[in-house]
């Protein structure tokens, strides 16, 4: 059994024309790091809300442990919380902030200082405890407000893009230290963010959400590698896409098939096809790859992929590890040169074509089975 289950769950807001969760169904097993990843106003936070209680849901059941928690006060749920601002009281010292879940819930004043001292010891900020919440950096405060969560043993941690107000480094030294608490103490932990490569970094599985539901539910890899649709595929890492038609209709079975698409000017090309489900000829598809797996040549001669489709370069970008190059693809575009794709591809320094300057034509290659059609 799972240790949370959402079954049809919807809520909408007072007011509110759509459902901000619609018909959401989702388990979450004992001990796992799920990452609920989404754009902004896809419902992550109402989720979170819903599942600690502090909203109701408008339809639907949530249980823990087989039983639904409708009736149970967020202090009964055993969840800790924390959210994007820090939330700390700002006339508490440290420890008093840490104790407060403790105090809510009547534990024995004689345990309350080792359990604090402990939790503290946990995020690596025990020599901070009689400090006031304005005395401490942002990336400290968060980490009293981590310890704040843990410090009464709940069965899941909840945390609602806690990152997100922090710089870069910070940021990622951060999701480090949540990476080991959840390793070291195996506790439960839903986490919301919109930063996909936050969510690659710390879960073993992802909920992509998209206007209220899960688009789709898997691991980082798995995501990233097998998308299930396009939303999916340009959430998660970089993606190119364009527009074509079936020519061989392609019955894939179980496994991928190589399928022949047509360009919107006519070009054929060989694709990868995942579908379970038959496609006649002529259905209407969009074919994706990913930047990495594009090669970049003067000539088609010069490269050996199969595909081949030719561009002009609109920009080329140093990014250190790896240039940047950006494409309009030729002849596609219907109602002039400004409305066809742009696509771009990610080159490694030693395998970037000697003397390319930017209005020039490029041929961009790439191999069938690097390819999805939807
Ligand atoms: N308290 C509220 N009252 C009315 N609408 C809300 C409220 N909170 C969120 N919403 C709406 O619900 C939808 C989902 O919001 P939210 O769960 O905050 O998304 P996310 O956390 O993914 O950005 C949005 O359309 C948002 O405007
Ligand atoms: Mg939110």
């Not at 901070?128 to 990336?139: A, I, K, N, Y």
């Amino acid at each position: 059994m799972a240790l949370i289950e959402f079954e049809h769950v919807f809520k909408r807001y007072p007011g509110g024309s759509v459902a901000a969760v619609d018909d959401l169904n989702l388990h979450i097993e004992a001990g796992e790091f799920l990452t609920l990843l989404g754009p902004s106003g896809s419902g992550k936070t109402t989720t979170l809300m819903l599942l600690a209680g502090f909203e109701a849901t408008s339809a639907g059941v949530i249980r823990l442990d087989g039983k639904s928690i409708e009736s149970l006060p967020p202090h009964l749920r055993n969840m800790g919380v924390v959210f994007q601002s820090y939330s700390l009281f700002p006339h508490m010292t440290v420890a008093q902030n840490v104790a407060f879940p403790l105090s809510v819930r009547k534990v024995p004043a004689s345990q309350i200082a080792d359990k604090v001292t402990a939790a503290l010891a946990k995020v690596h900020l025990e020599n901070f405890t009689h400090r006031r919440p304005s005395q401490l950096s942002g990336g400290q405060q968060q980490r009293v407000a981590l310890a704040r969560a843990l410090v009464f043993e709940p069965r899941l941690v909840l945390m609602d893009e806690p990152l997100s107000a922090l710089d870069k480094k910070l940021r990622e030294e951060m999701q480090l230290q949540i990476r080991r608490l959840h390793r070291e103490l195996g506790v439960t932990m839903v986490f919301v963010t919109h930063d996909q490569s936050e969510a690659m970094t710390l879960s073993d599985r992802v909920a992509v959400f998209n206007q209220g539901r899960i688009e789709q539910l898997a691991s980082p890899q798995e995501l990233y590698d097998a998308p299930a649709n396009p939303f999916v595929a340009n959430f998660l890492g970089d993606n190119n896409m364009i527009n074509c038609t079936l020519v061989s209709g392609a019955d894939a079975g179980p496994e991928a098939a190589t399928a022949s698409v047509k360009t919107a000017s006519g070009q054929s090309l060989q694709a990868r096809i995942c579908s379970t489900r038959a496609l006649p000829e002529n259905t209407a598809v969009k074919l994706c790859v990913r930047p990495e797996f594009l090669q970049v040549g003067l000539q088609r001669a010069a490269l050996a992929t199969p595909n081949c489709l030719d561009g002009t370069l609109v920009d080329l970008i140093h990014q250190g590890d790896h240039w940047r190059l950006v494409a309009r693809l030729q002849g596609i575009g219907k109602s002039g040169p400004d409305q066809a794709p742009q696509w771009f591809a990610k080159i490694s320094p030693g395998a970037l074509p000697q003397g390319l300057v930017v209005g020039q034509n490029v041929c961009l290659g790439f191999r069938p089975e690097d390819t999805w059609v939807f």
